[in-house]
């Protein structure tokens, strides 16, 4: 029995087109014939909380082109491709939180592997979406997530407190309890004003979207 040998990477956020596609199924059929599915998510939770996300399941090119032309926004899109004796491919994108692509191949033949990784990467990375790319990267969407949320609502909710507590029960016992209601109230605030940051940025800057 023969290893299975497998390489995956990150996807850039990318703009798809009915080109492109024409272009992958070229790549994906280079060595002949293959057996593919897309599943494309239809849904609109740019959170992620959504836990039964509604998806279409293609298996005709024109009609997957005409599915994702249609769609407002595309949720989710992920693209598998099973080659004979040869391996699989698989290419996934999804839109909302946390947004990003990866790009999984695996099969028997090290150099079948290394050769459609690369072909695939390099025909994505010919439509990579920079601001996006670098905005949903782990440091980017760590600041949008949780560092710029608990900056913003710690300042609001520290002056809103001397504002409105008293100097003298802020200097009483009563501190401990206004520190802990203090704390309560920024997390609660942050988690609001990150759920808002996130929406915006998703609808200004999807991670894959079709190109109009």
Not at 8 to 15: H, N, Q, S, Y
Not at 69 to 86: G, N, V, Y
Not at 135 to 159: D, E, K, Q, R, T
């Amino acid at each position: 029995m023969q290893d299975v040998i497998a390489r995956k990477g990150r996807l850039p956020a990318c703009v798809l087109s009915g080109p492109l596609l024409e272009e992958l199924w070229r790549v994906l059929g280079q060595e002949g014939e293959y057996s593919w599915q897309a599943k494309v998510g239809t849904g609109g939770d740019l959170l992620g909380k959504q836990m039964d996300r509604p998806q279409e399941v293609i298996v005709d090119h024109d009609q997957l082109v005409a599915l994702l032309a249609s769609l407002p926004r595309i949720d989710s899109l992920r693209i598998t491709a099973e080659f004979a004796e040869k391996g699989a491919v698989s290419l996934t994108f999804h839109n909302y939180s946390r947004p990003g692509g990866v790009i999984v191949v695996s099969g028997s033949d090290r150099a079948w592997v290394g050769a459609k990784y690369q072909d695939l990467r390099t025909l994505l990375e010919a439509v990579k979406e920079n601001v996006a790319t670098k905005l949903y990267h782990w440091l980017g969407f760590a600041i949008i997530h949780s560092v710029l949320p608990l900056a913003l609502s710690f300042i609001v909710v520290v002056l809103a407190a001397a504002l409105a507590i008293p100097a003298w029960a802020r200097q009483s016992e009563l501190i401990w309890w206004i520190s802990v209601g203090t704390m309560i109230a920024t997390l609660w605030v942050a988690a609001k004003v990150s759920d808002r940051l996130i929406s915006h940025f998703l609808q200004k800057y999807p991670y894959i979207r079709w190109l109009s």
